[in-house]
């Protein structure tokens, strides 16, 4: 998945599914599009994982200043 940004792979694996359901693919090639969309739903998992915990959000105090807290899991 060299090259490959989470976005594209989404996009490539919305491809992948609408091939899949539209039953124009014969067997050979719906088992090779079943298996890269396998292995860009992994990637994609992975990628979810890596940056599970940065994302944060900006928090208004009392005082009226700001501050960036961590999001919970």
Known sequence: MEGLNFESAMTRLEE????????HLNL????AA??????LSLYC????EKTDGQVQRLLRKLNGE?????MET
Do not use: A, N
């Open 16 to 23: 992948i599914v609408e091939q899949l359901e539209s039953g």
């Open 28 to 31: 050979e090639s719906s088992l």
């Open 34 to 39: 079943f298996e890269e969309g396998v292995r």
């Open 45 to 48: 998992q992975q990628e979810l």
């Open 66 to 70: 700001y501050e960036l807290e961590d």
